[in-house]
Every structure is written in structure tokens, then in C-alpha cells.
């Protein structure tokens, strides 16, 4: 079995290396250094540097192989999905780009295509959840509150990731899309911050993005659903004021005779400020609460994660709790329990109680647990 694994950052990095113990996996990115990171933790994987923005060369790269990870920034992930569809490659997709994928559907149907996007933590897991208590009772009300932050608070931003940062701001500049009383409201992100305590971590603030996304749509009947982002208290008041300041403005100014945009020089320096250095101390927290009746009763469910940087694979959280499944749910493919052409959010997958205890079990065998109460 050959898996081409598009992209080789943090997450495809975690992604390959877990997926090489079994099959014959080639990485491709056009950084060396993030290819030299891939080899030096695992030599076994074969490397192509590539320049995967270029999707005529899709067609070539992708000969002969079974199977395709996406792992590419959100910017270029429409494109990329469009363009392993056409190639007629089943894939597994985590590049969480802001296009509409519904609108593939008919094009990977076409080319007898399974594709599954969104698989990774949030949107990925929550999606599962849902879709799979959505089987099993009446669901009325789905509330997800998920965050990866560093385990030591550095101002001014007490933030990291293995994302770009455009990926990130782009998460603070989107409108919030939310259910309310079974209709679609758009409020600002980083609106109606709420405090709240954790056990595991103590007090962080949340507030509302972007992130419910295609379960808008598929799980439209549920009146009430919403997605909100976990930071630092903090977090808020310093994004807003950049924001106010100008620093995510995407039309070009002139400085010293060139012409940039703020949002591209505040992504290239915030990406040594968000970097998470290689062996650094973080974890992902995320809590699922789906809410609604069964056989007549009311019922509630409480999915919570907690799971931190393991030291002794030197992997992040992030990237093990995104790409184990993403990881989980290219299995699912390859082993056929997921068979429908064309392209589904996990909650259209986990509908099937089999392939929602594959991606569970996969995830607890690495040792990403869920607490269910």
C-alpha cells in the first residue's frame, strides 16, 4: 500500500511517521528543512521536495500511488483537494480550507472518488461526535470548546502552534457562524468571551469561531450549535487591538518602495513568535457537550480531551490529536468500512457505529483518550 502524504509540517509530519510503521509512505513539501526534520526522526520515509501549490504537477506526483493525506495550508487546500479528486486518488483531508467542499462532491463522485475532509481534532472529532450520537438519539443542542495552547504562558501572546498564522488569523477574522433557535447567526469572532475553569489547566477564555462549518448544513435540524476557541485570558484584547491597528489588513502599502500587505508581514513575524519549538511543553483541552432525548428521556453527553506533548516521541499534542485522526479516518478508507464516492465531513462517516469505534479505539492505542461521562 503507497500513501503520499501532501505536506510536511508539524501535523504531516506526525501524520507520515505514524502511517510509515505499516505502508510504503512518501512526504512531499517544498521545504527542505521540514523535509529534514521528516528524515532525521524517521529514515525509513522516502522525501520529495515539491512545490504542491503547483497542481498541474499533481498528476505525476501522484502516479502510482494508493492512497493521499492532505496537509497543505488552508489557502491552497480547495485547489489541492480539487485537484487529487481529478487525479482519482481517495483521500483523507486536514487542510480545514474556508471554500464550500460540498462543492467537489459531484466531481468525486464523477471519478469514483472517496474523499473525507475536515479529520482532524476540531472540526474532525467534534464532527465524529456528533454525527454519531446524532444516530443514536434527538439531538438538540451541540456545543464543542476546544484550544491548543503552550504549557508556559510567554507574553505577549502565551500562544503557539503548529499552524501557520495565517491559518490562525484567519480563525480571528472570519465571522462566527452559529445555530440559534434552528436559524444560521453571524457574529464577529472573538465575540462573547466567556471565563472558564478547567481542571487539568484552571481558568481560560473562550469565545466564538468559525468552526462548526459543514455540520451547519448537514445537521441543520439542530436547533442549537455553536463552536468556541480556547485561549489565555488575555488572548482577546491583544488580537483585537491588532486587529483594530491595521496589523491582518489584506491591501498592500508601500514601504521603502515595496509593496506588502500587513497580513503577510505580521504572519512572517508571528511565525517565530507561534512556532513551537521542537521538544516544547503543550497540550490540546477540548470539551464536546451533546444534549437532547432518548427513548423519551433527556439525555446528555460530555466528550472531554485532555492530552499533552508526548516527550518520549518528542510529538506535540496538536499534531497527535489532528493527525491520528486524520490518520484514523484514511483507514477507514483503505480498510472499506467507509465506501460512499464523493466528498463527506466525518459527521456523514460516523453515522455508522463501526467507523465511529474504529477512529475511537485508533486514537486510544496512541494514546489520545477521550473521557465520556
Given at each position: 500500500?503507497?500513501?503520499?502524504?501532501?505536506?510536511?509540517g508539524?501535523?504531516?509530519?506526525?501524520?507520515?511517521?505514524?502511517?510509515?510503521?505499516?505502508?510504503d509512505?512518501?512526504?512531499?513539501d517544498?521545504?527542505?528543512?521540514?523535509?529534514a526534520i521528516?528524515?532525521?526522526?524517521?529514515?525509513g520515509?522516502?522525501t520529495?521536495r515539491?512545490?504542491?501549490?503547483?497542481?498541474?504537477?499533481?498528476?505525476?506526483?501522484?502516479?502510482?500511488?494508493?492512497?493521499?493525506?492532505?496537509?497543505?495550508?488552508?489557502?491552497m487546500?480547495?485547489r489541492?483537494?480539487?485537484?487529487?479528486?481529478?487525479?482519482?486518488?481517495?483521500?483523507?483531508?486536514?487542510?480545514?480550507?474556508?471554500e464550500?467542499?460540498?462543492?467537489?462532491?459531484?466531481?468525486?463522485?464523477e471519478n469514483n472518488?472517496t474523499?473525507?475532509?475536515?479529520?482532524?481534532?476540531?472540526p474532525?472529532?467534534?464532527?465524529y461526535?456528533?454525527?454519531?450520537?446524532?444516530a443514536?438519539m434527538?439531538v438538540?443542542?451541540f456545543?464543542?470548546?476546544?484550544?491548543?495552547?503552550p504549557?508556559?504562558?510567554?507574553?505577549?501572546f502565551e500562544?503557539?502552534?503548529p499552524?501557520?498564522?495565517v491559518?490562525?488569523?484567519?480563525e480571528?477574522?472570519r465571522?462566527?457562524?452559529?445555530?440559534?433557535n434552528?436559524?444560521?447567526?453571524?457574529?464577529?469572532?472573538?465575540?462573547?468571551?466567556?471565563?472558564?475553569?478547567?481542571?487539568?489547566?484552571?481558568?481560560?477564555?473562550?469565545?466564538?469561531?468559525?468552526?462548526?462549518?459543514?455540520?451547519?448544513?448537514?445537521?441543520?435540524?439542530?436547533?442549537?450549535?455553536?463552536?468556541?476557541?480556547?485561549?489565555?485570558?488575555?488572548h482577546?484584547?491583544?488580537i483585537?487591538?491588532?486587529m483594530?491597528?491595521?496589523?491582518?489588513?489584506e491591501?498592500?502599502?508601500?514601504?521603502?518602495?515595496?509593496?506588502?500587505?500587513?497580513?503577510?508581514?505580521?504572519?512572517?513575524?508571528?511565525?517565530?513568535?507561534?512556532?513551537?519549538?521542537?521538544?516544547?511543553?503543550?497540550?490540546?483541552?477540548?470539551?464536546?457537550?451533546v444534549?437532547g432525548?432518548?427513548?423519551?428521556?433527556?439525555?446528555?453527553?460530555t466528550?472531554?480531551?485532555?492530552?499533552?506533548?508526548?516527550?518520549?516521541?518528542?510529538?506535540?499534542?496538536?499534531?497527535?490529536?489532528?493527525?491520528?485522526?486524520?490518520?484514523?479516518?484514511?483507514?477507514?478508507?483503505?480498510?472499506?468500512?467507509?465506501?460512499?464516492?464523493?466528498v463527506?465531513?466525518?459527521?456523514?462517516?460516523?453515522?455508522?457505529?463501526?467507523?465511529f469505534?474504529?477512529?475511537?479505539?485508533?486514537?486510544k492505542?496512541?494514546?489520545?483518550?477521550?473521557r465520556?461521562s
Amino acid at each position: 500500500m503507497k500513501i503520499a502524504v501532501l505536506g510536511a509540517g508539524m501535523v504531516g509530519r506526525t501524520m507520515a511517521i505514524d502511517l510509515c510503521k505499516q505502508y510504503d509512505v512518501t512526504s512531499f513539501d517544498i521545504s527542505k528543512d521540514s523535509l529534514a526534520i521528516l528524515t532525521a526522526k524517521e529514515p525509513g520515509i522516502k522525501t520529495v521536495r515539491a512545490d504542491l501549490g503547483n497542481f498541474n504537477s499533481y498528476n505525476e506526483l501522484l502516479s502510482g500511488f494508493d492512497f493521499v493525506v492532505l496537509a497543505v495550508p488552508g489557502f491552497m487546500g480547495y485547489r489541492a483537494l480539487e485537484t487529487v479528486i481529478k487525479a482519482k486518488k481517495n483521500v483523507a483531508d486536514i487542510s480545514f480550507f474556508p471554500e464550500d467542499a460540498r462543492e467537489l462532491d459531484a466531481l468525486a463522485k464523477e471519478n469514483n472518488v472517496t474523499a473525507i475532509v475536515d479529520c482532524g481534532v476540531a472540526p474532525g472529532m467534534s464532527n465524529y461526535v456528533l454525527g454519531y450520537h446524532n444516530a443514536q438519539m434527538e439531538v438538540t443542542s451541540f456545543e464543542c470548546m476546544v484550544g491548543g495552547l503552550p504549557k508556559q504562558r510567554i507574553k505577549p501572546f502565551e500562544y503557539k502552534a503548529p499552524f501557520s498564522p495565517v491559518d490562525v488569523i484567519e480563525e480571528y477574522t472570519r465571522p462566527a457562524r452559529l445555530m440559534e433557535n434552528g436559524h444560521i447567526v453571524t457574529k464577529p469572532a472573538l465575540s462573547e468571551p466567556e471565563l472558564i475553569d478547567f481542571e487539568e489547566v484552571g481558568t481560560l477564555e473562550s469565545f466564538n469561531t468559525d468552526g462548526l462549518r459543514s455540520i451547519l448544513f448537514t445537521m441543520s435540524h439542530i436547533p442549537d450549535m455553536k463552536e468556541k476557541t480556547l485561549r489565555y485570558p488575555g488572548h482577546i484584547d491583544l488580537i483585537k487591538a491588532m486587529m483594530k491597528g491595521g496589523f491582518f489588513d489584506e491591501n498592500k502599502i508601500n514601504v521603502n518602495g515595496y509593496n506588502i500587505s500587513p497580513l503577510d508581514f505580521t504572519s512572517a513575524v508571528l511565525k517565530n513568535q507561534w512556532k513551537l519549538d521542537a521538544d516544547e511543553a503543550e497540550f490540546t483541552l477540548m470539551k464536546i457537550i451533546v444534549s437532547g432525548q432518548q427513548n423519551g428521556l433527556p439525555k446528555s453527553i460530555t466528550y472531554t480531551l485532555f492530552d499533552e506533548y508526548d516527550a518520549t516521541t518528542q510529538t506535540s499534542s496538536m499534531s497527535r490529536t489532528t493527525g491520528y485522526t486524520c490518520n484514523a479516518t484514511l483507514h477507514l478508507i483503505m480498510n472499506k468500512l467507509f465506501t460512499e464516492k464523493g466528498v463527506f465531513p466525518p459527521e456523514l462517516v460516523s453515522k455508522d457505529e463501526a467507523c465511529f469505534e474504529f477512529v475511537m479505539n485508533y486514537l486510544k492505542e496512541r494514546g489520545v483518550l477521550y473521557r465520556v461521562s
